[in-house]
């Protein structure tokens, strides 16, 4: 399906300028992530890989994207109320951090059974933790009563316009990163799928840009409801995945959804032993870490479903983060 | 002391320009590796630090360069009839990749209880491994046989110029990408001492190009010869040290010793608890991979006695190395 350029922000609530917008709206607080490549990743993979590294991000992931233009985008007044979110993840951290740098008081709802580092990560930006049951009413119930409480804005992990616009910067500059160099462009792009925040701003960047280039999604087959909503061409939920990528144990949302089922050239799933092992070859060879959520990603591109589709001789990967307990590897 | 920059080549057998050469020569084959920086670590330490990331190196160390140098410098004749190293570690593949990449046999003798996969790392490259007894005597032995049997030239993990020249291309890139954006230098430089070869190819390559410049060592308290030998003012060899950081685990040499003597402001030695703790600083905050003798240049930056030294507002660390057993980390 082909949506003109001028559609998208009546079809999706997000268009390249919301993307442009944002990246002038966070380019005092966000990095500019560097790229990188690997000679032992391109033989494997049988084409060229390039490396967006948003695990080089600040918070160590994408997600200080999207936080920061949504928060630093609020009105004056309603900022001065402060924030709200559930999140034991980075998106904890990203709305911690944003809401410091803008100088406004952060409520985050965590399960009473997250890991106490990133408990801790969060409190070292300043911001509030608030303590729910690890299920979806007690979450909302908590995340409810603080809103009711503070008056602080909902800001959601990936649902949102702004969210989705921010998260659309890393594919923004990646796009201007690779083309500066000797003209030469990528023929695909493709980003791991949670709720889907990050694979849909890279939609609407990369399709509004380079129209041309082929849109891939990658998820683990243990919380594969993105492909097979794609398949099915319907929502589809994802049930209580178990996948070690944990940052991708979420369905789609009613905003995302859409963007991902008009513009995708394919989902690739992957195994979790192929997770693992993706993760390793990284660390080994680029020596950057990475989570696994991340080499979710890099597992697609080894796989010989994306290996044997023609015509691409240049894929780019956004790393989404690098944020893992390294007190307990995976391998 | 004071030397004048013509008198180095007499002096210590190596100047500005045999790393200028080098530079020139390894151009073809070795990585320009970029420059880090994290702002915890510079709060921490109480100025900017600059990482200069030889872990992203070919073979994930600085010991490429000098290998690289080393190598492509024979002549053909000479070349022909390969080279020859002893080293179970990054100096290993470091010969085995430079022979392979100037299309010359390359002979290692390894300890027969080297670990397995650095072993297959030097086979990997085409290198013919040849085990010795883990002591210098059948080190020596094994070596010298392998020399006379094949011709081949022994290619030094440290002491000789060549091998300085090379390792120096990595302060010589460091300088000119740090004068480049906006004008200001670094204040010092620091690196961990082992052999003696990064910290010599440094002191030479600064002290000509940028003689206000510290340079300072960095080395494991348990390992702490060339400390002793330079507040002694003499050599002082290191016997059996057991440190963590494996490469810098080696006694100065008859070139290294005396630049080290004439150059350094001084050597900063750390425990073996804030090896580690360095070591997942740089991890967590950093998300790169770096090896344990990299961490002893991290946290020596990180040290009261090196924080307290003032008018360094920018210090330049060269991270030697990301060559890590992923499945047995120090914590």
């Known amino acids: 399906m082909t949506t003109s350029l001028t559609d998208k922000k009546t079809t999706y609530g997000v268009d390249i300028e919301d993307v442009r917008a944002a990246a002038k709206r966070i380019a005092p607080y966000a990095h500019i992530t560097p790229i990188m490549t690997c000679a032992t990743i391109d033989e494997l993979a049988g084409r060229s890989v390039l490396f967006k590294c948003e695990n080089f991000q600040k918070i160590g992931a994408f997600k200080f994207r999207g936080a920061c233009n949504a928060i630093m985008g609020l009105p004056d007044d309603i900022a001065a109320k402060g924030v709200v979110t559930h999140s034991s993840g980075n998106h904890a951290q990203a709305v911690a951090l944003a809401a410091k740098l803008r100088g406004i008081p952060a409520h985050i709802v965590m399960p009473n059974n997250s890991v106490v580092v990133k408990k801790n990560a969060v409190l070292g930006y300043g911001a509030k933790v608030y303590e729910c049951e690890p299920n979806e009413q007690s979450r909302h119930e908590v995340g409810e009563r603080v809103e009711n409480e503070t008056g602080a804005t909902f800001v959601s992990p990936f649902d949102d316009p702004a969210i989705i616009a921010g998260q659309g910067t ?71 995945p178990q996948t070690i990528a944990d940052g991708l144990r979420t369905s789609t949302g009613k905003y995302t959804w859409p963007i991902i089922r008009d513009h995708l050239a394919g989902i690739t799933t992957v195994s979790e032993e192929d997770i693992v092992k993706a993760m390793r070859l990284v660390w080994e060879r680029m020596k950057i870490l990475i989570e696994p959520s991340s080499a979710v990603a890099v597992a697609a591109v080894l796989s010989p479903e994306l290996k044997a589709i023609p015509g691409i001789d240049r894929i780019g990967i956004i790393i989404s983060g690098g944020n893992v307990d390294i007190d307990h590897l995976p391998w």
């Open 170 to 240: 890393s594919a923004l500059e990646f796009l201007d990163q690779t083309s500066d160099s000797g003209g030469r462009g990528l023929d695909a792009i493709i980003t791991p799928i949670g709720g889907g925040g990050l694979i849909s701003g890279t939609a609407i960047t990369c399709s509004s840009l380079q129209p041309s280039m082929k849109i891939f999604g990658a998820e683990p087959k243990m919380a594969d409801d993105a492909a097979r909503s794609l398949a099915k061409g319907e929502f589809v939920p994802v049930e209580n």
